[in-house]
């Protein structure tokens, strides 16, 4: 008889361990290996994550910078179960105008996630979610480590992971001003794996 509850209890923690690696193994996580800088002629909107209506009229878009942007360097990752995101960032600076290999008095940014894109179908529409606001040192670098505002939901396709300039800057608030590229979505197992081949 012990025997036997001995054997039930091994059978009961195997599948339990079994079902936490499962769901481990369903935690998605997105990496963007550079970031690169919004390059658009001065004056002229260059929008992303657009929402439009039956009739193309926009209902929604991030409007750019009012100045190109460039990066010397730059990567993001964001995990689509916790909502826990990291990004950072170096040399993020205008490149025109008089204030041209500098950030014009920008220091304060926020990460943005733009899940799907451009989509409203109800069942999966576009959804937004940010960072806090993140100081931008005067050579355009910066680093965030933490969560969202706001929690995640699921699902999040063809995330695009978007760096805006913060809330301080008035009309300009919500501009996006550079861009993760590269991106690479798999699971937390896969993420490791990467990150032990690249050394």
Known sequence: ?????????????????????????????????????????????????????????????????????????????????????????????LVGGNGSGSTGGVDQVIGTLVCNPGNTDPNQGQEIFNTPPVALSVLGNARFSGEFTDPVTAPCANPLFLIRLGLRFGPFAGRWIATGVDPRIGDSHESRNDRNHDR
């Open 1 to 93: 008889m012990k025997e036997g509850i001995a054997f039930a209890l091994l059978l009961l923690c195997g599948g339990y361990a079994a079902a936490a690696a499962g769901h481990d193994d369903f935690r998605q996580v997105v990496t963007w290996s550079n970031i690169v800088g919004v390059i658009t002629a001065p004056g002229v909107d260059n929008p992303v994550a657009v929402v439009t209506d039956d009739n193309g009229n926009p209902l929604f878009q991030v409007r750019s910078g009012t100045l190109p942007w460039v990066t010397r360097s730059g990567s993001a990752r964001v995990d689509l179960t916790s909502g826990l995101v990291q990004f950072s960032v170096s040399g993020l600076v």
